[in-house]
Each structure stands twice: as C-alpha cells, then as structure tokens.
C-alpha cells in the first residue's frame, strides 16, 4: 500500500518550523498501520532535519553553527543573484537532509522521546514550500 | 512484506560501533529477499554513517574533522546544560544520518566491498542507543 | 512490487554528473507508477546530492566549500595511504548522501523544478562507480 499527498509550509524567513503533527496526521489518514514515512522537500534552500524538541537554545545554536562555516556573503561563493543568502542556504541543504525516512508503527512516527521532524528554511525572507509525504507498509 | 524490530546497542562512549552484522541478521530473520532496509536511530545524540571499514584510522580522522569543525565547549553554543559534549553531539548527528535506507537483495544489504553500516555515538559518556529495524520488500 | 537494477557511472573525477535521466529511464522500465525510488552507491569516496540543476556555479561553489572546511592534504588526518584526496573523499561522502529516496508519481520522480540528481565523484582521479536503483510501490 503506498499513500501520497503533497503538503505546503508557509515559512517566516531563516528558521525552523516543528512538523511532526501534520506527519503523524497525514499517517493515520493513510490507514498504514506499519511501514515508512518518507518526507521530501521539493526545494533546494530549505530542509530537513530530525532534532532534539525539548530546548530551542538546540535550534538557534545549529543556525549559529551554520553561520560559522557558511556565513552569508561568503566572498568564497560566485552564486549570489538572489543575495547573501542565496548560496550559503544551498550549502545548508546539502549539509542537512531534503529526504527523511522513519518507521512508523500503531499509526504514527516511531520518534525518540526528544526527536521531532524540522523543515528548516535557509533563506533570510519568508517562503512557501512544498513537500510530498509519502506513506508505504500494510 | 514489512518487518520491524527494536534493537538496543551499548556505546562505550564517542566513537564508532559497526552494526552491519546486526542488520544483516535482520533482514535473514525478515524472510524477505529483495527490498529496503532501514535503520533509524531514536535519538539526537548518536548517528548513523556508512564508512570505509578496513582502516580504523578513517574513523578516526572523522572524529578529528568533527572536532575540528563542532569542538566540545565551543563558546558559540548556548544549549549546555548537559556538559561541553552536549550541543556538538546534536551538531555531529544533523551532519550525519539519523536514518539509512540499504538496497538489499539474496537476504543481505547490497553494500559495496568497503562500506560497513557504523553506529556513531557523539556523547563523551556511554550510553544505551534504541534503534528500529525496517526491511520490507518482498 | 519491486525493481532493482545495477548501474555504472563514470566520473572525470572530482565533480558532479546529473543522474536524473538515468533515474527516471528505470522508473519507467519498472512499470511502478506511484512509490519510491532509491539510490544507493556502493562506495565511501563519492555519493550523492540533491542541488540546483540551472547554474552550474552553484556546483562549483560547492566544491569551493568542501575544499574550505576539508581541504586536499589536510595535516589533521593520518589515512592518506592514497593520495592527499583520500580522507577528505571519505569526509565529503559522509557530510552528503550514500543513499536518496525519492517519492515517484506518474512514473517519475517527482522533483521541484530546480532540484537534479546528481552523483558527486570525490576522488580527484577518474573512477567508475556502482549504484544500485531500488524502485518500489504499485
């Protein structure tokens, strides 16, 4: 059985945006009850990642952690028609994950206790973003 | 045909613990024979990584990259509460895999002659790391 | 159902060739219309991205970034048994992917528009590569 839907997140610029919920809901609608989730951003400035979801500090410390080793305006970069921004959230995106698969069991993510999924937006402004959930098992 | 199992692995600390023998045994036990297997880690701590599996000293200068680019105690960080290994193990683990998704054919992971399937725990300290098992396929 | 086949790139060393065509050429063949397709490679020196497949700067300014934080020859890494190339090869595969899964509809895969598949050869020497294809859905 193979379940596919595709979904839109409206971003607020530079961040990350928890969305675990709207996974485990598009889960039960699936009426899977074991198998995978896989979660796909169709962009390549935006990404995802599994994160600890307890302390923000954890977020906006991997955010400074990114702007030490790709830094905004990076006069390493030849790629900058969109901005200051525009490279260094590709090398973001490569760095991180644009495809997350997680089991799932009893009709939801199979997460540690402090594990949640991130769609996290590389671009300084504002975007809307499109991903594909796709749900497959018995 | 899905199949899935918990497994516990004990890490002696930061460093690697090859599991693909682990994984192997799985997928002999899933009865399925040609498909995916997943291996998720629940935690945000501890990764996974395919890496070269004959010279340890591979391993280790991944360890000296990693300390090199994410030192324990970097004063960037704010997140911790846990020790100086606290925030560079999340760092470690969104720069490597939380889960890998293996072809696997004839009942065993269709790996390449070097590539071994590593448990990377980022913690100073050791620890009990849970990971589920998918294999599905038919 | 699922399809799985073999297939061998070769690389002009370092750098990246877009795989996508390839990919959907063996969606087709599959006869899968709605799923996933997974792409493996069977090697610890090169693997994969999903990047922006318009401006081919943007590539470059990849290979830009990795020789910054893992440059050729690095004196902190002790496995250089083939060439100055060697361990920072094995760095780069291990911070990118050895392993994409794809959701595929109409049998396609169903990237944004500016996202292309691409396998990026690490070695500064040309090199034949083995990745394995895993097409699996209904």
Known sequence: MVF???????TLGRGTSNIT???NELIQQSGITQGIVNIFVHHTSA????CE???PTVRSDLEAFMEKITPDG???YRHIDEGPDDMSAHVRTVLTDSSLSIPLNHRQCLLGTWQGIYLWEHRTHPHNRSLTITVYGE
Chains 1, 2, 3 share one sequence.
């Open 4 to 10: 596919q839907q595709k979904i839109k997140i409206s």
């Open 21 to 23: 919920r709207q996974v």
């Open 47 to 50: 990404s995802l990642i599994l």
């Open 53 to 55: 979801n307890a302390d």
């Open 74 to 76: 990076d006069t390493l």
